[in-house]
């Protein structure tokens, strides 16, 4: 059994409609960018896969084939069913879902290798395009792109606590998040030992359960 925690919004996915209108509109499409396969080694594909459904349960990959078929070995169990992303010369990228159909071409921008290129995150978010976040933003910056059609200024404050936080963090910092995000870690004990992990992680969740998608 998964040991991921499904955390829940605490507010309806409408609430901020009922306030005013959105300003503006979101056009881009979010793709998580997996890099490596430390997380399916050191866990396994269904928790990954788990992990990746609190994205969402039909989430775009951007990976190598290697990776895909660590997904797809886990995919079915945790109810996730994934597209993947192929990125052409040109800079554009295409959907390949996997019953073999193919969408046309969108620009592509892979932001996911520096937390630091996320300053440009809110210009882009109103292009139709596709734009990269790896498994440890992935949820934050999901979050703040709800955010965005209706408080500009207030996307734009948690990307510079989004940077802020990320300056903090040590490689031993990320890899207790990520021990913690699949359930090996309670992250109350680390409160008082790994602050500036706890302050990352806090802000996740603030943004994850008061910011939840359309679908949600």
């Known amino acids: 059994m998964s040991k991921i925690e499904r955390l829940q919004p605490e507010c309806p996915p409408d609430a901020k409609k009922v306030i005013r209108p959105a300003e ?4 881009a499409t979010l793709v998580i960018k997996i890099a490596d396969k430390k997380e399916f080694l050191k866990y396994n594909s269904f ?5 990746l459904a609190l994205f969402s349960e039909k989430p775009i990959i951007y990976c190598d084939d290697e990776i895909k078929s660590l997904i797809l070995e886990g995919a079915t169990e945790a109810e996730l069913k994934p597209s993947f992303l192929k990125v052409h010369d ?5 959907i390949e879902y996997t019953d073999g159909a193919i969408s ?8 996911a290798d520096s937390y630091k290129n996320y300053d440009k995150f809110l210009e882009k978010l109103g292009e139709d395009c596709y734009i990269t976040v790896n498994t440890l933003s992935m949820l934050i910056l999901r979050s703040i792109s709800t955010v965005y059609p209706w408080d500009v200024l207030l996307a734009g404050d948690f990307i510079r606590q989004y940077i802020s936080a990320n300056d903090k963090l040590t490689q031993d910092d990320l890899d207790l998040f990520l ?6 870690i309670d992250p109350f004990t680390k409160k008082d030992s790994d602050p500036n992990m706890y302050n990352y992680l806090r802000l996740e969740r603030k943004l994850f359960l008061q910011y939840p998608t359309e679908d949600d």
Do not use: H, P, Q
């Open 24 to 27: 503006n509109k979101v056009n």
């Open 47 to 51: 928790d990954v896969c788990e992990t």
């Open 90 to 94: 040109d800079n554009t990228a295409s």
């Open 104 to 111: 046309s071409s969108k620009n592509f921008y892979d932001l």
């Open 179 to 184: 021990d913690i995000r699949y359930g090996r």
